[in-house]
């Protein structure tokens, strides 16, 4: 068997494929090509892509608001490699990126029902701030959490 390391690198246009694949196993609801173009075109510095010999595993990609917040737009793991801490690094990588532009906050939307991604965003020290009612086009709510990132 192959060893591999782990790599987490802005992602580029060839990666896309792989983002998609990751996105379409992870949501009921996966975003577009065109949308992950659209991100990677405006927000080049905050996405990014983890990748094990040299296929992608997982993405991370945030946005600027107006107000001064970062927002977590999307992330997800493949299946395959989950609890191995690669969602955790994402999100750190990222937040490192936009407290290194000055951004002083992030935030994210989240199912309700996604306990896993839940904890996983409070243990890096989101908070939830709020429900958002029929966020998802099946109806199901989401979670705003929101974290601080001057500290």
Do not use: Q, W
């Amino acid at each position: 068997m192959i060893k591999c390391s782990l790599e987490i690198g802005e992602a580029r246009v060839e990666d896309i494929k792989g983002v998609i694949d990751v996105e379409v196993k992870s949501f009921k609801y996966p975003y577009t090509p065109m949308t992950f173009i659209t991100l990677l075109n405006l927000f080049p510095n905050y996405f990014l892509v983890s990748k094990y010999c040299g296929k992608v595993v997982g993405y991370v990609t945030a946005a600027l608001d107006k107000d001064g917040y970062g927002h977590i737009m999307s992330i997800a793991v493949d299946p395959e490699f989950r609890g191995m801490g690669i969602g955790k690094a994402l999100i750190r990588a990222v937040e490192s990126r936009l407290r290194r532009d000055g951004v002083k906050g992030v935030r994210l939307e989240v199912a309700v029902s996604n306990s896993i991604a839940i904890k996983l965003y409070e243990g890096l020290g989101y908070k939830l701030v709020r429900v958002l009612r029929n966020y998802y086009p099946d109806g199901e709510d989401a979670y705003l959490m929101i974290k601080d990132l001057n500290y």
